[in-house]
């Protein structure tokens, strides 16, 4: 790599000191029939996200909003832009400072994108940086490859450190992160750990973004933990989970913006307001099997990627205890011509050992199996209501839940699954076929409501408390559940002529929801779900708390003194009993809480 020939600070003196901008100019770079009623969680599908109004966080007064040189910034809808159009692949860098006494335990991250792109073009975090007495500091930045790389610059030049590409850098938007892990500093791209260096400038210094070379560069999303406090630090700072004195919580909306023609909100969570949440809702109108349909993934991670909140695929497939009807279908789905998996009935322990683990994390050991007997029971009232509110009584069903601790990496993942199967009879295709008259059974597997909680090894225990209040907060918006299932009785009917009609279709869901309007499950978990509720309860560390003013509930991480919400939307809980967020943030809309005995 070639050294840098010449360096300059902006032309306002007071450009670097204020703003934590620096631009350096180098010479040359380096180059996812009946089945109407099966889907409660559609299938998952990692491809489409959910846009979050995020920004960059601190780093918002130091942008660059405008010209300077051949730098052009702009900050759109929380995204900022930065754009080099010139011949001049000069580099242009955003620091500042983290919270006092954090060195050496910090994170940061941002998400990337090359949004136009030429040989010279880099962007991503620079960390560790040090103006006296002379600049230093290390970039990791996103190349055209797509490439991650690590440099360090210094008064001798700049050095690249190391590389990689393929699989570990996908196309299009990375989020590339740092973390102090004392005396060393941790590179990953998304949640992958890339490298790790120590040495000069690690645990010290500024942390920003940089962008380097020619072309136009976008960043969404900066963090900065734990950050700067008072002036000069977002308005908005989010308040660390793990801090132990403060844990911040807000209401995670996930809509289907597609499906019936306007916005409609399909569920909603609870989850720390530092998380990235990462998922959305898409129609497959291509789908081989029925519940294809509808897909939906959620992924909610803290800052720092080792804490996670997953909502994992439903799973259907069907079998007939008939050796001949049996065939006629496995030729099919050789021919491709069969819509759905064909497999034996299974339980939850099944699911979760033979399909669960092969399918999403093979190789990891299965370290603790635990069967739920009222989980299946809840689950067992809730299925036969559902299919008794349809007409659908003919089926015997058998439902299932348990959970499972695994290990994979340098991280362990509880899952729970629920499952349940159908059985119905019918005439034996192979006794017609030898004259006689017989009855054959029939099954529909299903597996879903499966969540994974994911934590650092031997660190999940005390979590738990947050997981819990994560999953007894899923609500699932009744009316657009009402709507997919008319849509799926409507294609199974051959009803369905034109997308147009979707709309209708809503309407109609919103009509047999009355409480739809005043948005009341949105509100409160004033009806929770009985499923969401005994997984709850069977894990530890959740307390219920009551607004005084409506009598609403919710069940949130227990061990805090005081519990303040806001708009239901947002609650903030805290070990220090005189904690008042009306006084402490200058904000006069938070209610207290008040804790009750859990229902």
Known sequence: ????????????????????????????????KLLAILLVIPVFSCGSETRRNDDMGALVPEL????????????????????????????????????????????????????????TSHAGLVYGVTTEPETFFYLFALRPGPLATIYRWDSEGVNELSSVSGDDVPAGTNTLAIEEDGDRVRFFVGDREISSISGRGVGAGQIG??????????????????????????????VVANAGTQLHLRVVE???????????????????????????????????????????GIQATSPDGSLAFE?????????????YELQVKQQAMQQGQQQCPLAPPFDAPTFLTEYFVPGFRAGANVRAAEPHPETAQALSQKVRRRFAEVGMSQYDINADAASIVISHGNADERVLASTYVMQMQGLSLSAQAQGRMAMRNQY?????????????????????????TILGSLQINPAWQTAITLVQG???????????????????????????????????????????????????????YQDPDDGTTVELTDGFDVVWAKNGSEFLLSTDPSFDPNVVLRDQSWNQLRRVSRP
């Open 444 to 468: 529909f597997s299903i597996a879903e409501n499966v969540y994974g909680f994911r934590a650092p090894r031997g660190e999940l225990d005390r979590n738990e408390a947050l997981f819990a």
């Open 490 to 544: 409507k294609i199974t009917q051959n009803n369905i002529r034109q997308i147009a009609e979707m709309g209708r279709i809503w309407n109609e869901a919103a009509r047999r929801e009355q409480d739809i309007q005043n948005r009341d499950w949105q509100r409160s978990q004033r009806e929770r779900d009985a499923l969401a509720e005994s997984w709850t309860q069977m894990m530890k560390g959740v307390a219920s």
């Open 1 to 32: 790599m070639p050294a840098a020939t010449s360096a300059r600070v902006a032309n306002d003196s007071t450009f670097f000191e204020h703003r934590h901008a620096f631009l350096l100019h180098v010479s040359t770079l380096l180059p996812f």
């Open 311 to 323: 909502i994992f695929p439903t799973w259907f497939a069907e079998w007939v205890e008939d050796d």
């Open 209 to 238: 973004v940089a962008a380097w070379g020619i072309g136009e560069f976008v960043f969404d999303r900066f963090d900065l933990l734990p950050a700067l406090d008072g002036p000069g630090s977002s308005g908005d700072e989010p």
């Open 64 to 119: 660059l909003l405008g010209r300077d040189g051949v730098w052009e910034g702009e900050l759109v809808n929380g995204e900022y832009r930065m754009r080099n159009e010139s011949e001049d692949p000069t580099l242009y860098y955003f620091s500042v400072d983290g919270k006092p006494g954090s060195e050496g335990r910090r994170t940061a991250r941002v998400d990337v994108t090359l949004a136009t792109e030429s040989p």
């Open 254 to 296: 996930i809509l289907d913006e597609s499906g019936f023609g306007q916005p409609v909100v399909a569920l909603r969570f609870l989850a720390p307001v530092d998380w990235r949440v990462q998922g959305g809702v898409t129609w497959n109108w291509q789908f081989s099997c029925i519940n294809e349909l509808v897909q939906l």
